[in-house]
T-cell receptor
Framework: AQSVTQLGSHVSVSEGALVLLRCNYS??????LFWYVQYPNQGLQLLLK??????LVKGINGFEAEFKKSETSFHLTKPSAHMSDAAEYFC??????????????FGTGTRLTIIP | KAGVTQTPRYLIKTRGQQVTLSCSPI?????VSWYQQTPGQGLQFLFE???????NKGNFPGRFSGRQFSNSRSEMNVSTLELGDSALYLC????????????FGPGTRLTVL
């Protein structure tokens, strides 16, 4: 079974500082990896996804992530944090069943706080 | 296109009751998945439906069930509610086989008293 580990359940950064949210995965086959963001009382919004094309993936709102197979990592970064980035972030790996559908396995999430 | 819609948004029930939640996927999406989100267990996969057939099921008791209709709308049902069923229930739709991106609805917040 595939799994995802997010290091740090809470991360605080100052406005304008670098954002780094860590994600490590476990998979026996090349995975599809995703980062989602969740704002309070809302569903999940896809930030970016890795599907075995470019290892550096650019997403929405200035976020990007780099797939490193040797480190089994898919860390999320943003050069300059904005107050609106305060939210909970989830890393997920997709598991393809025999039917070809995509079951997502999520990490436990990282709550990002932006300090003014 | 309209996004994934879920009704109701909030629900309060008491232990032992049953509840039905509804999810309308994005037009043209035939795959619908359900997830449970709780502070203790995080996001957990419940089940997935494609063309009215359940193709994958998570590790939940039989009290949790679902179905999908011919228009791809899906419902999930929880019988004999327990306090631990209090959670945010999220629905996601996918435009299989063209894409593997899951689009999530806003969720239904279920509180069991």
């Amino acid at each position: 079974a595939q799994s995802v580990t997010q290091l740090g359940s809470h991360v605080s950064v100052s406005e304008g500082a670098l954002v780094l949210l860590r994600c490590n995965y476990s998979s026996s086959v090349p995975p599809y990896l995703f980062w989602y963001v969740q704002y309070p009382n809302q569903g999940l919004q896809l930030l970016l996804k890795y599907t075995s094309a470019a290892t550096l993936v650019k997403g929405i709102n200035g976020f990007e992530a780099e797939f490193k197979k040797s480190e089994t990592s898919f860390h999320l970064t943003k050069p300059s944090a904005h107050m609106s980035d305060a939210a909970e972030y989830f890393c997920a790996v997709s598991e393809i069943s025999n039917f070809g559908n995509e079951k997502l396995t999520f990490g436990t999430g990282t709550r990002l706080t932006i300090i003014p | 296109k309209a996004g994934v819609t879920q009704t109701p948004r909030y629900l309060i029930k008491t232990r032992g009751q049953q509840v039905t939640l509804s999810c309308s996927p994005i037009s043209g999406h035939r795959s619908v998945s359900w997830y449970q989100q709780t502070p203790g267990q995080g996001l957990q996969f419940l089940f997935e439906y494609f063309s009215e057939t359940q193709r994958n099921k998570g590790n939940f008791p039989g009290r949790f069930s679902g179905r999908q209709f011919s228009n791809s709308r899906s419902e999930m049902n929880v019988s004999t509610l327990e306090l631990g069923d209090s959670a945010l229930y999220l629905c996601a739709s996918v435009e299989l086989p063209l894409s593997n991106e899951q689009f999530f609805g806003p969720g239904t917040r279920l509180t069991v008293l």
